[in-house]
């Protein structure tokens, strides 16, 4: 009992709540610019329409040298994680996002995502999304 303060520390956080800053770690990349941060956040067999993982690094750089300036916002997050694993889950949000070369916005666009992840090795990978325009 007396060791259990000191041991609370070392814990790994539950599963929703590494998901949760998986989710926030993608959104912090894409904002930021940092290829490398969404790289590590998609699964090795992860795909995006017709785009393999691979397609979509390829895509990343060059929408982040189009639009230097950028923000992205994940609204509405809903956590739906396998109740008998607890390493595949299903997450569904909002994504507002605008980039330009400028503080002012010169593209601006939401989407409703649907998306799988999956836990692997400790850390949550994205394995597919879904994606269309809010107005569609």
């Not at 109740?83 to 994504?95: C, G, H, I, K």
């Not at 989407?111 to 597919?128: A, H, Q």
Request: hydrophobic share 40%; aromatic share 8%; charged share 30%.
């Amino acid at each position: 009992m007396a060791l259990q303060p000191l041991l609370t520390g070392c814990e790994t956080p539950p599963p929703e709540a590494a998901l949760r800053e998986a989710i926030t770690e993608l959104e912090n990349g894409l904002e930021g610019g940092d290829v490398g941060a969404v790289m590590d956040r998609l699964a090795a067999n992860f795909h995006y329409r017709d785009m393999d993982r691979k397609a979509v690094g390829r895509r990343l750089v060059g929408v982040f040298l189009r639009y230097p300036e950028r923000q992205v916002n994940f609204l509405n997050v809903q956590v739906s994680l396998d109740p008998v694993t607890l390493r595949d889950a299903e997450v569904t949000f909002n994504a507002l996002v605008w980039g330009g070369r400028a503080t002012l916005p010169e593209d601006a666009d939401s989407f409703r995502v649907r998306s799988r992840w999956r836990e692997d090795g400790g850390d949550w990978v994205l394995v597919e999304l879904e994606a269309r325009g809010l107005g569609e």
